[in-house]
């Protein structure tokens, strides 16, 4: 299994709402990434996750709140949103995020996320 | 600063055709690896080819090589035989091995394919 799901596809909220992305692989990756991606825009990093600890947070508004449950799953919590968050969410993994040795990042499909 | 450039917002192929995406980047470090990226309509990012700078040899997938130029700082991408599947948003990205964590993207090209 060499792949990143994520649900949902689509995801239309107010700015008062809470609501979750999810991201799982079961690919035995360690290192799991949330990025920001407008449209024909490159893809900004939001959090890195190493064996589960935050490693990376990318000066991000606490109204988005990372958490990573276990190695397979990485969710992404949302609250009192903006307009501008509008955007595509993507979740990637890789094996891990240390060593000599690049290791690949494989991408989810992202989330097409849509604040009212 | 470590910066990715790509010249190119837009480009056109006849199908069938080939294409050359161009891509300069800035480093000061000598351990580092260079992709290119397809993200077609459909959003989902692939890795296209990767090149580890330590290897004079340039990668080669298929329809897809690189023309990989470590003293210029140039990372193109040729696709040989142009399809219309290939019809995407191309990023040229850079990843320093010393913080094996954060890409380094373009901006981007966006690839047309003609019929």
């Known amino acids: 299994d060499t792949e990143v799901t994520q649900t949902p596809k689509h995801l239309v909220m107010g700015m008062t709402n809470k609501k979750s992305l999810k991201c799982e692989q079961h690919?035995?990756?360690?290192?799991m990434y949330w990025y920001k991606q407008k449209a024909k825009k490159p893809p900004e990093l939001m959090f890195v996750?190493?064996?589960?600890?935050?490693?990376i947070n990318e000066s991000v508004p606490s109204r988005f709140s990372p958490e990573c449950p276990n190695s397979s799953l990485l969710n992404l919590h949302l609250h009192a949103l903006q307009p501008e968050d509008s955007a595509l969410y993507l979740c990637a993994s890789s094996l891990r995020t240390s060593g000599s040795s690049y290791n690949e990042q494989f991408f989810g499909p992202g989330t097409r996320l849509t604040v009212l | 600063a470590q910066t990715v450039t790509q010249s190119q917002p837009e480009m056109s192929v006849q199908e069938a055709e080939t294409v050359t995406l161009s891509c300069t980047y800035d480093t000061s470090e000598s351990d580092y690896y260079l992709f290119w990226y397809k993200q077609p309509p459909s959003r989902q990012m692939i890795l296209v080819i990767r090149q580890e700078a330590y290897k004079q040899q340039n990668a080669t997938e298929n329809r897809f090589s690189v023309n990989f130029q470590k003293a210029a700082k140039s990372f193109s991408l040729k696709i040989s035989d142009s399809q219309l599947g290939d019809a995407a948003m191309y990023f040229c990205a850079y990843i320093y091995a010393g913080n094996n964590r954060k890409l380094i993207w373009g901006l981007g090209t966006s690839l047309a394919v003609n019929p």
């Open positions: 690919m035995g990756h360690r290192a």
């Open positions: 996750y190493s064996y589960e600890k935050l490693s």
